[in-house]
């Protein structure tokens, strides 16, 4: 399962920093009106229902925990 998560990240960094992007854009009122939180909410939750069933335990942080760990929100 460990290979899942691992080819699945990819295409969360691509979402993630395209969410970013649109986030300080100001063009929105809340991370969640964002076009590209959707699918980023998407994948972090099958992430997380992999980890969960591989790992017992969450390791990847949620959307918004993300972007504040990147941009220190």
Not at 27 to 42: G, H, T
Request: proline share 3%; hydrophobic share 30%; glycine share 2%.
């Amino acid at each position: 399962m460990d290979h899942v998560i691992n080819a699945i990240k990819p295409y969360y960094e691509i979402e993630i920093q395209e969410l970013i992007e649109e986030w300080f854009s100001k063009k929105y009122k809340k991370l969640s009106s964002c076009p590209s939180y959707a699918s980023c909410k998407a994948i972090n939750n099958a992430i997380y229902e992999l980890e969960k069933y591989y790992y017992g335990e969450r390791k990847t942080l949620t959307v918004q925990d993300e972007i504040k760990c990147r941009v220190n929100w």
